[in-house]
C-alpha cells in the first residue's frame, strides 16, 4: 500500500490484493486471505540479539506521530502501518474503507460491548472491526521490524521486545497543523483535535483498560513540536539500533576516562546547540 516501507524478508504476493498493496509479510498475508497459519514467522531467527522487534507510536492528533512513524521506516527499512492497517481490514470485511474509518479507533457502547457478541445475529459491524484489528496486530508483531501507529497496538504487543512511544505537542501547534491540513479554521481544528483525542483515549481505556495519556504506559514521551519531526525519528532510529548493539562506542561513551572525569571538574558544562525544527516539514493531521 501507498507509503509502506519495504523490509527484507520472505514474502508472498497473492493473485489478489487489496487496491495498492504490495509484498506484505507472511503472517499478515495469511491472515488477510484466511489461510492456514500452521507455519509462523521467526522473529527471533531474523533479529537475533534486538531489543526491540516492533515500534508501537501513540499520538495526539495532529502531533505528527504518523510523519514521524513513515521517517523512522525510511531509516530503518521496517514496514509501516497506519491507514495500512484499516485498508486490510476493508478488504477482510469485504467492506468499504469509508466504512471501516468511521469504526476506527471508536470504542464501541456497554451495549455492544456486552449483549450484540452474545447473539451471532446481531454481531455488529464495529466488533468485526475490532476482531480483525486484534488479530491483525497480532500478525503484524509476528512478523517483526513493523512500526505500528496508534490503534492501542502498544497495549497489544509484548512490551519486553517493543518499542512504545508517545508523541505529544501543544494544542496550539497541533491546531494550526490540523488547519492547514484541513482547510478549516485555527477554532474548528482546535476541536476537532480534542474530539479526536478523547476518541482515542476513550478507545485505549475501553479495549485495554489503559490510560494512553499517561506517561508511565511508554518507553518514550517526544515532545514533536520542540524536538522536530525529524529528530524525532532520529531519536527512536537510535534506540531500536542501540538495542541491537549496532551502535559502536556507546559503552566507552556511558564510561568516560579519568581524565575526562578530571576536565569536567575544571570545565564548566556548556550545553550543545539546540536543533531548530524545520519550518518547511510538512504538517501531519494524525
Known amino acids: ?20 498493496a504490495y509484498r506484505w509479510p ?23 540479539g534486538a531489543r526491540f522487534l516492533n515500534i508501537c507510536i501513540s499520538r495526539e492528533a495532529g502531533a505528527g506521530g504518523a510523519t514521524i512513524a513513515r521517517m523512522v521506516g525510511e531509516k530503518l527499512g521496517w514496514k509501516v502501518y497506519d491507514q495500512e492497517l484499516v485498508e486490510a481490514i476493508a478488504h477482510r470485511m469485504g467492506v468499504s474503507l ?40 497480532e500478525a503484524v ?34 491546531a494550526q497543523r ?18 479526536l483525542d478523547r476518541r482515542r483515549v476513550q478507545f485505549d481505556r475501553t479495549m485495554h483498560r ?7 504506559s ?6 514533536s513540536h520542540s524536538l522536530g519531526l525529524e529528530s524525532s525519528a532520529m531519536l527512536v532510529a537510535h534506540l531500536v539500533r542501540a538495542g541491537r548493539g549496532g551502535l559502536p562506542g556507546l559503552a566507552q561513551a556511558a564510561a568516560p576516562t579519568t581524565d575526562s572525569r578530571e576536565r569536567r571538574l575544571d570545565t564548566p558544562w556548556t550545553p550543545p546547540p539546540r536543533e531548530i525544527p524545520n519550518a518547511s516539514t510538512p504538517p501531519e493531521m494524525l
Open 141 to 174: 508483531g509476528r512478523a517483526g521490524e513493523s512500526i505500528l501507529v496508534g490503534r492501542g497496538a502498544g497495549f497489544m504487543l509484548p512490551r519486553s521486545t517493543t518499542l512504545s512511544v508517545r508523541v505529544i505537542a501543544p494544542l496550539k501547534i497541533r
Open 1 to 20: 500500500m501507498a507509503g509502506l516501507v519495504t523490509a527484507a524478508k520472505p514474502v508472498i504476493e497473492p493473485t489478489s490484493v487489496p487496491e495498492g
Open 98 to 137: 469509508d466504512e471501516v474509518r468511521s469504526l476506527d479507533e471508536l470504542a464501541p457502547s456497554v451495549v455492544q460491548d456486552w449483549l450484540l457478541p452474545l447473539r451471532e445475529e446481531y454481531y455488529a459491524p464495529q466488533e468485526a472491526y475490532l476482531d480483525h484489528l486484534a488479530k491483525l496486530i
Open 210 to 216: 489503559a490510560n494512553s495519556s499517561d506517561p508511565h
Open 178 to 195: 490540523l488547519a492547514e491540513r484541513m482547510g478549516v479554521s485555527v477554532r474548528t481544528a482546535r476541536r476537532a483535535a480534542r474530539d
Open 26 to 48: 507472511r503472517s499478515v498475508v495469511r491472515w488477510l486471505f484466511g489461510l492456514s497459519d500452521d507455519e509462523r514467522d521467526s522473529v527471533a531467527g531474523a533479529q537475533a
Open 218 to 223: 511508554y518507553d518514550l514521551v517526544l515532545e
